[in-house]
Each structure stands twice: as structure tokens, then as C-alpha cells.
């Protein structure tokens, strides 16, 4: 192709492949990732004593963008931290990944932890934090225990901990698990959990970068996102930004799941069209026509077939098309699936999910959830359509966080959609889905 492997090719995952291929659960260890080059950015940064600046400046050149949800610039975020404060500071890895449709960072911890272990590292360096925390998820056990390991044998190598590889960088990083809320992914709530206390969002601002972990300076970036940047280091933002397109850095991992041949994580170069990632995953199921495409989590407006058919998987791409690539979960439907019913499952996770600490989401996502369960029921009313729209208004935009948003622009986008298959329900009290499909 002419062009440098993808960020973890050769570690998990290469360009336009599935994450698993030749990958097995016995070669995560640091012996293994060292084989492979591991740990070679953070002693390139240490050994030639690269300036902390010079490093955000390779992430900004990179046009990394945040790969949990936001897409927010890497290398601007890391700017923001101050890095003469004279008091704590922290470092935040984000791995509470409670999306439905999203698995991709479970399997970065899963199958090569030291990655996101050297990520978190020169992230440190670059903000001069001394102390980390990764907020893994609290329903994949076995993922945080294999974390541990590696967190032990890095902290054995000298890779993690006072004076690293004899330099004076001092670095400690812990493992933190939460208890499955899907409130503590916000990035605040997480914090509050982090604190002990209930997972809650904060009113913002101010940020965390001014005052995040116990009142504190704290950057807080996401699992994908710290385990791409020492790739950067090795081979320059420059080379990252070329494997993706203009203001959309590098590779992207894909969760491609739903009513597909082959479902599971591909990593491919962001701008690659939709039909691709398809054809990567086997293609439809069972020979089924496609008929939505949820591009980025279920919190993400869901888009017709036409529409994503003619669609690039990157960041600036699905949003002209009327969505967003969020944390990258590809739910895929096919033409069995009754959209109605596909909302009402949406709509009842975000109904249980609210925190309850903003009316609009905690009355709102019941109102949502109880009009649609009707409507699916056969019970449903004339003015339903209008109301469920009325009612998503008046949640979106007016939350302390982005949950009143992702239970509101579901339902918009379904019936912008897909209006006639809602009131074909309400008019006629049965799915316009044939039943023998």
C-alpha cells in the first residue's frame, strides 16, 4: 500500500483486518509485547530525552481524535493540562465501555493491556502527571484481573513506577473497577465514582482539566485513544494522519455487530466507505436485505441503507449523512427487524440508564419508553409520533450531560426515518414487518 502499518498491526490488529486474526489468549504478557516492539516509544521518549511539548505537538499533528464517543482532538485536550501546576494532577483512562454495541476496548485490555499501559505512560510524560487511573467496566471481571497482571509486570520492568527505565519520570498507574452504571462513561460521573461517590455528572464548567479527580488538574482520555499514541511516537503524526484523511487521523476499530455474517472488531483506515466495513464482515446475514445502520452506539441517529451505503466511516462523513461515528459501534439491521420494537429496546436501556438527577432525562426517558411500548403493543395513538418528538425536544440540550441527548436523538431519528412503519403500527395495531420473514 506504501503507506506504514496501522497503530497496532503487529501487536493486534493491522489494517483492514479483523482484530483477532492470530491472536490468541496466551501472548498478551509483557515478554510477548516486547517481541513486538512494545515499550519502544516510551524508552525512544526517555533515551533521547524528546521534550514533553514536542510529543503533544506529534499528537496534534496526527489528528488523533478521541475514540470514545466525542472525537474530541488528542493533542489539543493534552495541551490544555498545566503543566507547571505545582500540586497533584491525574491521569484518567476511560474504559468503562457501556455503550451497547461497543466491545472494541475490552479487547485492547483483553488481548494486549501493555499497549494501553505505554499509551497512559507517555501521556504522563507529556502532562507531567505522576499518578493514573483506569476505569475499567465493572462487568468484565476478567478483564480487569488481566489488567492487574499486566499492570504487575510493567511496574517488575520498571516500565511503571518511581525513576522509569533510570530516567527521573516517575509514573504510578492503578486499576479501578466500577459496578456496570452506564452513567459513570461520562466522564464527571466517572469521576464522582472514582472519588466513592455516586456516579453523578457534574455541571461543567468547570472541566476536568482545571478541576476533574478530587478538585484537581485531570485529563481523561479513552482506552483506543491512549493505544494509539505510541505508534505515533514510533512513526510520527505525520505517517498516522496518512493512514486516515484530513482532520480524521489514522485507523479506527470498528464493533460491527447486528444481522451481519461475520460479527466482531475491525480496525480499518477512517474514510473507508461503509459497503467495505460491510463486505469485511461477511456481508449480510443469511443473504438478507440491509435496511438501518446504527454507525456509532445506540445512542447515535440511526441511518436508512441508502443512506450509509454511500457512506465513509469517519468522523466528518457520518455527520453529512445525518449521524455520528460516537464510540464506533456498527449495529447493523436487516430487513426483518421492526424498527418499532428496535427503539423500544433502545428506549427502555436509557429509561433504566438515567441517573435521575435532571428532570428532563428521569421523566423524560419514562415518557419516551412508555409511548413507544404502547405504540409497539398496539395501543398506540394518532398524536403519539408528534408527542414522542415534543418530548425528545424538551429532553435534548437541557440535561448536565449527554444521556438525555442519547435517549432522545434515538427516537427522533427512528421516526424521521421510518415514520410510516411507526404509524402503520398505530393505525393498523400490527407490524408492517411480514411475519414469515
Not at 74 to 96: E, H, I
Not at 236 to 261: C, E, H, Q, R, Y
Amino acid at each position: 500500500m506504501g503507506l506504514p502499518v496501522a497503530p497496532f498491526a503487529g501487536d493486534m490488529y493491522g489494517p483492514d483486518a479483523v482484530i483477532m486474526k492470530g491472536i490468541t489468549g496466551a501472548n498478551w504478557r509483557l515478554q510477548d509485547y516486547l517481541s513486538r516492539g512494545g515499550y519502544s516509544a516510551l524508552k525512544k521518549i526517555l533515551s533521547e530525552k524528546i521534550p514533553p511539548e514536542q510529543v503533544v505537538a506529534e499528537l496534534k499533528k496526527s489528528a488523533l481524535r478521541g475514540r470514545g464517543g466525542a472525537g474530541f482532538p488528542t493533542g489539543l485536550k493534552w495541551s490544555f493540562m498545566p503543566r507547571q501546576y505545582p500540586g497533584a494532577k491525574y491521569l484518567v483512562c476511560n474504559s468503562d465501555e457501556g455503550e451497547p454495541g461497543t466491545f472494541k476496548d475490552r479487547d485492547i485490555m483483553r488481548y494486549n493491556p501493555h499497549i494501553l499501559i505505554e499509551g497512559m505512560a507517555i501521556g504522563a510524560y507529556a502532562m507531567g502527571i505522576p499518578v493514573g487511573y483506569n476505569y475499567i467496566h465493572g462487568e468484565i471481571w476478567d478483564v480487569f484481573e488481566r489488567m492487574e497482571e499486566a499492570l504487575a509486570e510493567a511496574r517488575a520492568a520498571s516500565f511503571i513506577g518511581k525513576k522509569i527505565l533510570g530516567s527521573e519520570f516517575n509514573f504510578e498507574l492503578h486499576n479501578h473497577h466500577g459496578w456496570g452504571a452506564y452513567i459513570c462513561g461520562e466522564e464527571t460521573a466517572l469521576l464522582e465514582s472514582l472519588e466513592g461517590k455516586k456516579g453523578q455528572p457534574r455541571f461543567k464548567p468547570p472541566f476536568p482539566a482545571s478541576f476533574g479527580l478530587y478538585g484537581k488538574p485531570t485529563t481523561i482520555n479513552n482506552t483506543e485513544t491512549f493505544a494509539a499514541v505510541p505508534w505515533i511516537i514510533n512513526n510520527g503524526g505525520d505517517a498516522f494522519l496518512a493512514l486516515g484523511k484530513p482532520n480524521n487521523g489514522g485507523t479506527k476499530i470498528f464493533s460491527v455487530s447486528g444481522d451481519v455474517a461475520r460479527p466482531g472488531n475491525y480496525e480499518v483506515k477512517l474514510g473507508t466507505p461503509f459497503a467495505k466495513l460491510l463486505e469485511m464482515a461477511g456481508g449480510m446475514r443469511d443473504g438478507k436485505k440491509l435496511k438501518a445502520v446504527i454507525p456509532g452506539g445506540s445512542s447515535m441517529p440511526v441511518l436508512p441503507a441508502d443512506i450509509m451505503m454511500a457512506t465513509d466511516m469517519d468522523y466528518d462523513s457520518i455527520a453529512k449523512a445525518g449521524s455520528m461515528l460516537g464510540s464506533g459501534a456498527v449495529i447493523v439491521m436487516d430487513e426483518t427487524r421492526c424498527m418499532v420494537k428496535s427503539l423500544l429496546r433502545l428506549s427502555y436501556f436509557y429509561y433504566e440508564e438515567s441517573c435521575g438527577q435532571c428532570t428532563p432525562c428521569r421523566e423524560g426517558t419514562g415518557w419516551l419508553y412508555r409511548m413507544v411500548d404502547r405504540i409497539e403493543h398496539g395501543k398506540g395513538k394518532p398524536e403519539d409520533l408528534d408527542l414522542l418528538n415534543s418530548v425528545a425536544d424538551n429532553i435534548q440540550g437541557r440535561t448536565i450531560c449527554a444521556l438525555g441527548d442519547a435517549a432522545a436523538m434515538p427516537v427522533r431519528a427512528f421516526i424521521k426515518h421510518y415514520r410510516d412503519e411507526f404509524q402503520h403500527h398505530i393505525d393498523h395495531k400490527q407490524c408492517v414487518v411480514p411475519t414469515y420473514i
